[in-house]
């Protein structure tokens, strides 16, 4: 029975298998029998003695010069309350078992597994390191939480995660097999090693721990009660936790974390905290990552909430251990990341909200830039620090301009203590880290794969680094700024580096700065003959991504100024997209959704490049036009014959996902309406070649989109893509009637339903309207047995037929006249008779 009235359970919230002997034999009382260097050790004075002798009994005063322990205190009203889940006493105790608490009680008082050695003689200040280091290399052997039965010694490692436990007595020598006895690293042999029983000996340490920790105030003991708790959570895993008493044991878990991360009143040693720490931290760091625990996710995100009423709350201390001299400040980066990757699963989205809301404070983000200082150099840097600063500051706008801008409104230079400037010293350092890797010689094959560990986790930094520029440049301001400070050259010196993962997120910001307004003044002859070299390269290689956002890249680059354009056509971006549209085509041939979807950005960047250089050549309005030459009139005609079937079966496929495919067909139409525009593109580049598989020309594909586009339910997704698909399909049929071969083009669209049925929108462009009108108008010109059906929308021509613009209203009286007359006069005739009715 505990102190407290709560019947004594282990942490699985259950009865142990192995009780504890009722008179356990006192630990110092015991022989050691191993030859463990620790036991011959000579100590200092004052410090933790090997278990020769016994520690003074708690009731020995403690020294003048040791700060005074603080009376035993129970504890908090809410830590009773999360420990609810033991059973509650439903009746007073009679006196037979207050009697026999009181006995248990000072049992645990004589011989607890925590008795603390702080009672020894204090030693000088100047022996206080060694002190502490002797804490944690002797009291494993002299504090361990193993039953009586056989003194244990734990082999620990201060600096890894090895810690075994070999228990030993010399009475039981031989008592079991070879099979269950350990040999040490020396030859000894330590008898009596039972797992079961020492994985039930580790339990029930944890289970006192738990019990005791609010009841004591000795750091010395904390210290060992964390160690404990933090190898039965490493060992056992919860797995032996009773599921309806896990949450309760992992808040227990949660609460002890967040006290031993309070600074304490009493004076230890400055190594004191970090060892305590990197215990506490180990045990939520394996919290976060146990899948039997990822279901109570979010207590772990109700520990970082901020309480407002605290002195101390879990998200202010756990910066304490951030700083970059701690070695635990490792721990707290994987803790936060393991949060971060559990909370991306959809069912999370309030939680992933609110964790990011409790971690927007300044203490959090000054500690986080701390590590990206001049002074750290980059290959130290841990990568999980730019993705916890990508997780805070995402979709928050406000505090993305105060980390570039500062408190300075200003926005035409970006200042010194901006993040970006801190980005780029780390992206500079680390280029010149990266190039000298590639040229540097090692003496041996150890040195050799050292420096490519290092390159490795130099990699990861340049391409966290990319990604979360790529989040900051969320407005033109802050692209503009980035770009002044010489981003696009510093990306494409970055991106020579042999790494994929480094290529591809430096080209997703290359894609992301590219509409820059700044970008006009940036001297391009040196970066963009490399860009479109390592595009080249991507797409020999099939990183399709890579093609997708160096495609956009160039399509946005060369629409700026003529010289950029000029130079691209000079460094072979023609056939450079000839070969990524025949790489990405036909769609068919992708089998899952996503690749197709892919293809069609990646065509789509590929002929909004194209259109930026056939507008080099296409007339202006005041009929000047720069003169094609025979090289570039080579290369457009080799274009689009090469493309051409390639293009006619996108605009005709069948449908897998409206959106991506509906921008294609737009930009399909528009390419193919500034081609006609273009000078010397005889009529056989749109007549004359057919597809191989429904065996139709460039304009029964057009009738074939238009329908298809006719017949999609709108939606705000698809609205707008959807009305620019029809009018460049309109646009382009009228220019292939006007400039090439009417007859061709009408008798194509025999088959296509009455256009007219588009003219029943109010807000329609006067272009738009004059384009359909011209189109139905030269069809029934053409193929006169359509009238009789298209005759019932010969009211909705009527409208237009007094149309303020003279064009629409010629037009449509023309259309009008190939009506049969019968069908006017009967609709004129039908109007009056209902307007007598009404009178």
Known sequence: MHPTGHSMLGPTGGPYHHPLPPNPVPYHDQVPTTSHPSWHTASYSGLPTPPYHPYP?????????????????????HHLQMTSHQPQMTQLLTQQQLQQQQHIQQNQQQSSAYSSPSHAPSTPIQNQKARTEQWVQSWPYAQSPAPSVAPSVMSYHQNDDRMSMLSVNTSMTNQFPDSQRCFSSNGSTCENVNPEMAQTNWAQGAEQAIIEWFNTKDPQRKFNMAMTIREWVKRDKLVQVD?????GCIQRLLLIIHDGMKPQQIQTPPSYYPQLWCYLLDILNRLTSYRITIPNIHQIVQLFEPKGNQQYEFRDLICNAMQPTLVCAKQVFDILENIIKCLNNPKYDKLRSDFARSMKFEKMIGALLGHLGQQ?????INPTILVVLRFII??????KNCLIWGPDRQRDQVPPQSILMLLKGILMRSEHMLRNSQIANFPDQESMNRNFQEMSMLAQVVTRSFDLLNLLMHESNAIDGFVKLDGIQLIYTIINYPNSNVVRSGFKLLLQVSDSRSLCLTNLKEPLPFIM??????????EDDIVYSGTGFLSNVVAHKLPVKELAIAKGAIPLLCDVIMRSTPLSDFAEASKKKLACGIVCNS????????????????????????YEQQQVRRFIEEVLKRLMTCLSMDSFDVVPLMELRSTILRFFFLVSRTPSMPADVFFGVTDDFKRKNLVGHIAIAL?????????EKIKDTRQQLIERAFSLLVRLIEQYDEVQVAHSLYTISCPLNMLNNEQMKPQFILNVLRVCDKILEHSPMLANGWSIYSSTVEMFKNHSNSDIARTASSLLARFPIGDSAMDEGILHTSEFTEL
Request: net charge positive; glycine share 4%.
């Open 57 to 77: 009994p708690p009731q020995v005063q403690p020294p003048p010069n040791y700060p005074p322990m603080p009376p035993q205190q129970h504890p908090p009203q």
């Open 243 to 247: 599921p309806a008493q896990l949450p």
């Open 376 to 380: 750290i150099p980059p290959s130290q």
């Open 394 to 399: 995402s979709k928050d706008a406000v505090l």
């Open 533 to 542: 070299q390592r595009l080249r390269d991507s797409l020999m290689n099939g």
């Open 607 to 630: 002929l909004r490049a194209m259109n930026n250089f056939l507008m080099i050549w296409i007339p202006m309005q005041n009929g000047q036009r720069m003169p094609i030459g025979e």
């Open 707 to 715: 329908s298809w586009a006719d017949g999609q339910k709108t939606n």
